[in-house]
């Protein structure tokens, strides 16, 4: 089992960064996918970005050359750096992992992008 403790949400102006964490519970090494997904009021969930064990990435279209993911393997922990925010990021965004096809998640942490 995999328990994950994401971090790092509040509240930012346009054009402002934030980096949130996910830190695992266990090597993240033994771990297939980790990531991130959003969700907006009324909207579905969305993934964001994700980070394989080998470190390939991907991300959606609508937040390239502004977020970046990357791990941590000795703090067990992967984070996604928000640069350049828009009010349409607002949502609640959860880390999730893959481990052996199941999928785990955290807590969710509030990301508010408004002035």
Same mark, same amino acid.
């Given at each position: 089992q995999v328990q994950l403790v994401d971090s790092g949400g509040g509240l930012v102006q346009p054009g !402002?960064?934030? /980096?949130?964490?996910? @830190?695992?519970?266990? $090597?993240?090494?033994s771990i297939y996918a980790m990531g991130w997904y959003r969700q907006a009021? !009324?909207?579905? /969930?969305?993934?964001? @970005?994700?980070?394989? $064990?080998?470190g390939s990435?991907?991300?959606i279209d609508s937040v390239k050359g502004r977020f970046t993911i990357s791990r941590d393997n000795a703090k067990n922990t992967v984070y996604l750096q928000m640069n350049s925010l828009?009010?349409?990021?607002?949502?609640?965004?959860?880390?999730?992992?893959?481990?052996?096809?199941l999928d785990y998640w955290g807590q969710g942490t509030q990301v508010t992008v408004s002035s």
């Amino acid at each position: 089992q995999v328990q994950l403790v994401d971090s790092g949400g509040g509240l930012v102006q346009p054009g !402002g960064s934030l /980096r949130l964490s996910c @830190a695992a519970s266990i $090597s993240i090494n033994s771990i297939y996918a980790m990531g991130w997904y959003r969700q907006a009021p !009324g909207k579905q /969930r969305e993934l964001v @970005a994700t980070i394989s $064990s080998g470190g390939s990435i991907n991300l959606i279209d609508s937040v390239k050359g502004r977020f970046t993911i990357s791990r941590d393997n000795a703090k067990n922990t992967v984070y996604l750096q928000m640069n350049s925010l828009k009010p349409e990021d607002t949502a609640v965004y959860y880390c999730y992992a893959d481990k052996e096809g199941l999928d785990y998640w955290g807590q969710g942490t509030q990301v508010t992008v408004s002035s």
